[in-house]
Structure formats: structure tokens, C-alpha cells
């Protein structure tokens, strides 16, 4: 049978149509067909990778394929976000990002990325709670306790953060700001040194991640006042936050979440997101966070983006008080 031209360019144009939902139920469901690489911006062993390895091996146990941990640790974190923001928008490289993210656009002069233009989130993952730990020689075992001994010693004391800007400087900045403490930020290259500078007397307190504190506060090198998270924390229901003591209403933490290259595809987004719901159920993985004072959290892509912006808002004033600027 012949058909007019016309009357065959209908009938592909409709059987095009037809077919295209299969064709991309069919690339969705085909994904991941090779291996993933999650972008981790901060060193191996610290706080944030401690728990996107664990996220990464039940993300690899329910998508069957590796996802192998990238480690590109350095400014902040932008260095892995910029090589997420140029990586293939193919959902085969995540960004796994912290807090630290809507920092840096207040705290630099220059990006090479945008946040809203250049990545696309996908899901909240799990908040560590900060911690207020002082070196033990330092005579005061209540926040009231501390608050006044530090006082009564202005430009006595210095304070220990993961870095310049980091979420650890600006929320021990908002407390001794707020407590009218005169004290002296000493910033570090990543908490690990901090921590061990803290317990060894070199610095007198700071606001660090519970999970990298907790093995020294465990073998009692230094003492652990509060912590920022809105409630008390299951693995020290004794210590009271900073909301219920000197701070009504404080509240910080190194969340964490999943991004990826902007572009890439909805279908690919809605399946890393689901997978992370799942992952985040998991009681085993629950209990591995929980290990690491780490809550698991969770949202829909739009929520998360919603989340980083009012949380760029956030914190673009309080960088301004501090008057840190970095290149």
C-alpha cells in the first residue's frame, strides 16, 4: 500500500511519540550500567567522609554497581564542586557536599561554579551535630561555667575550627559573639589537627563535629559541654544543647547531601533520590550513622533545593559579621 508522504510523516511522527515513554522507561531503567563516582570534597577518614562511605556502600549493595569515593579535599570543598559542576551531567559523578556549600558564595571573592547554576540537588542525606568541648583544663564543666570563666579572661582564650569560613568557625563565632566572649579564632586545615591541638592545650575550646570528637571525648581528653543539634543526642542524653543553656532557639550542624552536574537528567535524579530514601530507611545503615552521632534526614530533590537557598541566606550573614573573605 502507498501512502501520500504527508500521511507517512504523520504516522512516524505519531509512533515517535508513542515509543518515547518506553525509550526513556527503558534508559532509567537501564541505569546505572557502569560504575559511579561520588566526589567527596573533604580528606579521607574526616567527619564527612565517615558517613558518605557508608551511604556509598548501600547505594552500590541497591544499584549493583561500585560507587567509588573520589576524594578531592581542598578550599572549603570547591575543589570537588568544580569538578562535579564540569563532570558529564550523566549521573555517573555525585557531588556528596556539606553545609560548607552555601557558605562559599559569601566567603569568596570568586567561584568557579555557580551553586544554583551549575549543580542540581538531589537529596539531604544526614546532619552531624556540632559539639562545644573544651581542653579539661580549663575549670568549668557547664556551658554557664565556661561562659563565665571565659569572660573573666578576655583574649585568654583561643578557639580551634576545620578552616577559615568552615561551619565549625561560624558557629563558635555566633556563640562567643553572642555570649560577649573576647577570644581568638585559630583556624585549621581540617578538624583532625584541631582536635588533637585541642586535647593537647594548644587551644582551649571550639565547635567541632560530635563524630570527630567523640574518640577523645570518649577517652576523656577533652570535655564535651553541648551540642547544637535542636534536641539532646541518644549517645549523650546527659549534655544539654546549647538551645536549652545560654542559646534559646541555636541550632547548627554539618548536614550533608547528594548532588549532581546540572543537566542531568529527571529520570536519573528521581532514581538516585528514591535509592537514598531507601538507603536512608535501612536499619543497618541507621545504626551505622548512629555509631557516628550522625542523623539520617532525607527530602525530595525540590525540598533540598529549596533548603540550600534559604540556608545561603542563612549564613551570608553571619560571614559578613565575621568579615572573613578568602580567594
Not at 40 to 69: C, N, W
Not at 107 to 133: C, E, F, G, I
Not at 141 to 148: D, G, I, K, L, S
Amino acid at each position: 500500500m502507498n501512502l501520500p508522504s504527508t500521511r507517512r510523516a504523520a504516522l512516524a511522527l505519531a509512533l515517535t511519540a508513542a515509543l518515547a515513554p518506553w525509550g526513556a522507561a527503558q534508559a532509567q531503567a537501564a541505569y546505572p550500567a557502569k560504575p559511579i563516582t561520588m566526589v567527596v570534597p573533604f580528606p579521607p577518614g574526616g567527619p564527612t567522609d565517615l558517613v558518605a562511605r557508608v551511604l556509598a556502600q548501600k547505594l552500590s549493595e541497591q544499584m549493583g554497581q561500585p560507587i567509588v569515593v573520589d576524594n578531592r579535599a581542598g578550599a572549603n570543598g570547591n575543589i570537588g564542586a568544580v569538578a562535579v559542576a564540569k563532570a558529564a551531567a550523566d549521573g555517573y559523578t555525585l557531588l556528596y557536599n556539606t553545609s560548607s556549600i552555601t557558605l562559599s558564595p559569601s566567603l569568596y571573592k570568586s567561584l568557579a561554579y555557580d551553586l544554583q547554576r551549575d549543580l542540581a540537588p538531589v537529596a539531604l542525606t544526614a546532619v552531624v551535630p556540632l559539639a562545644l568541648v573544651v581542653n579539661p583544663s580549663v575549670p568549668a564543666n557547664t556551658v554557664a561555667e565556661f561562659v563565665a570563666y571565659a569572660k573573666a579572661n578576655p583574649d585568654k582564650l583561643s578557639y580551634g575550627s576545620a578552616g577559615n569560613g568552615n561551619v565549625t568557625h561560624l558557629a563558635a563565632y555566633q556563640f562567643v559573639r553572642a555570649q560577649g566572649i573576647v577570644a581568638t579564632h585559630v583556624p585549621y586545615k581540617g578538624s583532625a589537627p584541631a582536635d588533637v591541638d585541642l586535647a593537647a592545650g594548644q587551644i582551649q575550646f571550639m565547635t567541632d563535629t560530635i563524630n570527630s570528637v567523640m574518640p577523645f571525648v570518649k577517652d576523656k581528653r577533652i570535655k564535651l559541654l553541648a551540642v547544637t543539634s535542636a534536641k539532646r543526642m541518644a549517645l549523650f542524653p546527659a549534655v544539654p544543647t546549647l538551645a536549652e543553656t545560654v542559646m534559646p532557639g541555636f541550632e547548627a550542624g554539618a548536614w550533608q547531601g547528594l548532588m549532581v552536574p546540572a543537566g542531568t537528567p529527571a529520570a536519573v535524579v528521581q532514581r538516585l533520590n528514591a535509592e537514598v530514601a531507601k538507603a536512608l530507611k535501612n536499619p543497618d545503615l541507621r545504626d551505622k550513622l548512629a555509631v557516628q552521632g550522625a542523623e539520617p534526614l532525607g527530602s525530595t530533590p525540590e525540598e533540598y533545593g529549596t533548603y540550600l537557598r534559604k540556608e545561603t541566606e542563612r549564613w551570608a550573614g553571619v560571614v559578613k559579621a565575621t568579615g572573613v573573605t578568602l580567594e
